[in-house]
């Protein structure tokens, strides 16, 4: 049975007269050939990825969004048909994820796979499903917000480490889908609408770089988060207002506005930090004029300050902030 013919008719039929923006026959082979990179043994059983994620280019966004359920679920029912015929195991049904990356140009795209636990990977399901009900209830573009400023050539680069997020149980080699078998594709962080007067000024990130992204969770090795800060307009950088230093690797986020999303899909956030804990849109700082505070977002797995769950909290200069696996103290 040739998987890669089934799926590229299935494609062709979700889009009908339209014309995709980029060839999903070239998306499904990348997708595998990432699921193999990225498959790890432990303790002797071939345990493949069983979280996929597809960065889009901003102007492909509309037309792509209609179909993104659709999609997901074909590009997921390939992976799981290559994992399979490899008979490698699974934690659980594979998710897929589109997102939004800026630095794309039209037509292009990225994939890459990341090894998860099961209960990381049952919540991302459940965020994915709230995300998706947005999109079928009509909200695409406005679940989806877009802002695209072209990127400050003095904006300084902050780069960050992650953790390794392998999985911590091991699944039988006659396991090959448990977990959240027969779970509708969705998608993480279902986002709340992002505020009006805050544009963010976006440095575009290497393809290296970001190609470099797909494996740094599967392996231990770094990941990458970008500092997006937010301005509004692309004048003579501001003196920040505050800082997030990155307590394990010591990297310095500047906040030069007077709110800050913090989050994982880059074109939603300010400061975007690359962990399947984090949601789309996680929390927001915001300050008065006087004082800080921060705000979880409804978040999955909460926002933290000094190890103490917060739905908003006043902040002190040396406040410990966490977000899934990433802590930061303040400097305000």
């Known amino acids: 049975m040739n998987f890669l013919n089934i799926f590229e008719d299935h494609v062709a039929s979700i889009f009908g007269a339209s014309r995709a923006p980029f060839s999903f026959k070239k998306l499904a082979k990348r997708a595998a050939r990432e699921m ?9 059983v071939n345990t493949a990825p069983a979280l996929y994620t597809i960065l889009v280019a901003s102007a492909d966004d509309p037309l792509l969004s209609p179909y993104y359920i659709e999609l997901a679920r074909e590009v997921s029912d390939f992976v799981k048909a290559q994992i399979e015929k490899k008979r490698f195991a699974l934690i659980g049904e594979p ?22 636990d099961a ?22 573009e406005e ?26 149980r091991v699944p039988s080699p006659i396991e090959p889908a448990a977990g959240v078998a027969g779970a509708a594709v969705a998608d993480p962080f279902a986002p709340t609408a992002p505020d009006p007067a805050v544009v963010p000024v976006r ?20 990941s990458v988060a970008v500092n997006m800060v937010g301005s509004r307009a692309p004048q003579a950088p501001a003196q920040p207002l505050a800082h997030l230093v990155d307590v394990v690797t010591g990297d310095i986020f500047n906040i030069t506005e007077a709110q800050c999303i913090i989050g994982r899909e880059r074109s939603m956030t300010d400061i975007t930090l690359r962990d399947p804990n984090v949601s789309r849109r996680h ?3 915001t300050f008065t004029g006087a004082d800080w505070s921060i705000e979880d977002l409804n978040s999955t797995n909460g926002t933290h300050v000094n190890n103490r769950p917060v739905s908003r909290s006043p902040l002190r200069s040396g406040d410990l902030l966490t977000f899934g696996l990433n802590t930061f103290e303040f400097r305000g």
């Open 95 to 116: 998710l897929v994820r589109f997102m939004v990356d800026p630095s794309l140009k039209e037509g292009k795209f990225t994939v890459f796979a990341e090894n998860v």
């Open 203 to 222: 440095r575009t990130v290497p393809r290296d770089e970001l190609l470099g992204l797909g494996g740094a969770a599967a392996t231990g090795a770094e």
């Open 143 to 168: 679940m989806r917000p877009v802002r695209d400023t072209p990127a400050d050539p003095r904006e300084p680069r902050s780069l960050r480490g992650s953790v390794p997020l392998v999985s911590s």
């Open 283 to 285: 929390a927001r700082l």
């Open 119 to 140: 209960p990381t990977l049952g919540r991302l399901y459940e965020e994915e499903r709230a995300y998706q009900s947005g999109l079928s209830a009509g909200g695409g």
């Open 36 to 44: 193999e990179q990225q498959t790890l043994s432990l303790d002797g």
